[in-house]
């Protein structure tokens, strides 16, 4: 069991989650931020602190953005588990859900 990040994080990026998080499991993509399943240790210290509540439990996640954890698990499919996302820095793409969506919070 994981958290997920969801639509509303969409191009706000607004990192509090990453500040918050122990084990540095929330990485940067183009346009949101992603959990990875493997590496996060389910504390919850992220879910609190996103100021837009982008961020559910897996089990939580809306239906309306069931697909958001597909996102976040496929999203380290190429990139595998780094270890920390500090290490990694920002990761130059985004899922594709995410990258198809139109410009968010205008």
Avoid at 57 to 85: I, R, T
Avoid at 91 to 102: E, I, R, S
Wanted: net charge negative.
């Amino acid at each position: 069991m994981t958290y997920v990040i969801t639509q509303a994080c969409v191009d706000v990026l607004d990192k509090a989650c990453i500040d918050e998080c122990p084990v540095d499991c929330i990485y940067e993509g183009d346009r949101m931020l992603y959990i990875h399943p493997d590496e996060c240790v389910d504390c919850g210290a992220c879910e609190p602190v996103c100021p837009v509540e982008a961020i559910y439990y897996e089990d939580d996640v809306p239906d309306k953005w069931k697909d958001f954890y597909n996102a976040n698990v496929e999203f380290f499919s190429e990139l595998g588990s780094p270890g920390g996302a500090a290490r990694t820095g920002k990761v130059g793409k985004d899922h594709p859900l995410v990258a198809a969506l139109p410009p968010q919070g205008e």
